[in-house]
């Protein structure tokens, strides 16, 4: 009984086949005539409301008449789409509606621009488009939209900054870039300001050459040229030349040394075994509840360093403590958000992250580029669009000095 079962079972599976290239290609026609059709359907829907009246239809409240259509590709994930997009004789018709949809499929192009920047192959690019769209895209589009991209990632770079900035936060990241056969790093400079309503707002992104004095300065000089004005603390790390060039560019405003950099350059001097009990030591002077207390309790911790032979960690604090404690002139419900620099180092990550793949750019506006365009994307976000603190804790007297 059990033979004829497995014979059965056997004679049945061979008679069962299914072709999958088969099913995928119908598939595939099925979701792109579901998509044609939807689209075709909203633009309609859309041409209506724009007259006030259905087509054909008799109404006193109708402004306008239909007069055909004309046809249009839109290329989508699910393959090429032929659009009807209704004409009418008075009125325009601008479609809210294949921008709406574009816009959910600017991810693809961001794709070709990065591949392209990657150093992928224009035929593996038209390769991959085929595969994503259903429609090969010719070099020159590539082009086109690389410098489509560039000129509107230009213009929001130099943008006019209105408004006053209170706060305004800086760092750096090192990328790497080909240069006469030889590979070498590339510094992009990046600033964001919380202004007097206390929004956050990505001030500018520049080539730096190397985080020096010189390329920091033409940073700050920059962002004046454009605008920049109302800062009183700036927060960053102590990185070479940068404390000069704030200095120098903004005399009256206070700097604050990044309390998270700070740490680690003390535990770079600390035995990993004793890392835990040093970081409680340095957490509780900045728990204080005001400078001086801070500066006290400051004082006991390079005591008790000492007395552990830590001393090169309790020079480290004597010499740096102080520039750690700007954020204490400011109101407390801001000092979680002001005293360290990780809000940027959040989005630098990211920064990071999406340039890894590229490894070495062909130049340094490339680099700049792409880095931009992240950011301007992160710009756009809730990151952008929700209040990040309330100004309205700071002196009134402070936003206008």
């Known amino acids: 009984m059990e033979n004829v079962a497995q014979e059965t079972a056997d004679v049945l599976s061979g008679a069962i086949k299914v072709d999958e290239p088969e099913v995928s290609r119908h598939l595939s026609k099925l979701v ?3 998509v044609e059709k939807t689209l075709n359907e909203l633009l309609d829907t859309e041409a209506d409301a724009v007259c006030r009246a259905g087509r054909y239809e008799r109404s006193a409240e109708r402004v306008d008449t ?5 046809e249009r590709t839109l290329h989508t994930q699910a393959g090429e789409v032929k659009l009807k997009v209704p004409k009418l004789r008075h009125l325009p018709l601008e479609s809210q509606i294949i921008e709406r949809y574009r816009r959910r499929e600017s991810s693809v192009e961001e794709a070709m621009v990065e591949m392209y920047l990657a150093g992928v192959s224009l035929r593996r690019v038209e390769d991959i488009t085929e595969m994503l769209w259903g429609a090969r895209v010719s070099p020159s589009t590539i082009s086109e939209l690389n410098q489509k991209v560039y000129v509107h990632i230009d213009k929001w770079l130099n943008r006019p900054l209105e ?6 936060y800086l760092d750096g990241i ?3 870039r080909c240069w006469a056969g030889t590979v070498r790093n590339v510094s992009v400079l990046v600033a964001v300001g919380v202004g007097e309503d206390g929004y956050r707002e990505v001030l500018g992104v520049r080539e730096g050459g190397k985080e020096d004095k010189e390329g920091w300065l033409g940073m700050l000089r920059w962002l004046k040229e454009r605008g920049l004005s109302g800062v009183r603390l700036v927060i960053s790390d102590r990185c070479a030349g940068l404390v000069e060039a704030i200095a ?13 950099h700070f740490y680690r350059n003390v535990f770079a001097k600390t035995p990993m075994h004793k890392g835990r009990e040093v970081a409680a030591m340095l957490k509780a002077i900045h728990a204080q509840e ?4 801070a500066v006290k309790k400051g004082a006991e911790v390079m005591a008790k360093l000492e007395n552990m ?11 740096g403590l102080v520039e750690t404690l700007a954020y204490m002139d400011y109101p407390m419900e801001h000092w979680s958000k002001i005293r360290t620099n990780n809000m940027l180092e959040r989005i630098m990550r990211e920064i990071r992250r999406r340039t890894r793949v590229v490894g070495n750019f062909p130049d340094g506006n490339s680099a700049v580029m792409l880095a931009s365009a992240r950011l301007r994307h992160i710009a756009g976000t809730k990151w952008g669009t929700r209040q990040y603190m309330d100004m309205s804790r700071l002196d009134r007297k402070e936003l206008v000095a």
């Open 32 to 34: 792109r005539d579901s």
């Open 66 to 70: 239909r007069a055909g259509s004309y």
């Open 163 to 168: 408004g006053r900035y209170v706060y305004v």
């Open 174 to 176: 090192v990328l790497k």
């Open 248 to 260: 120098e560019a903004f005399p009256d405003a206070d700097w604050q040394r990044c309390v998270v």
């Open 290 to 293: 005001d400078r001086e207390a």
């Open 309 to 319: 032979r830590l001393g090169s960690a309790a020079a480290i604090l004597r010499e």
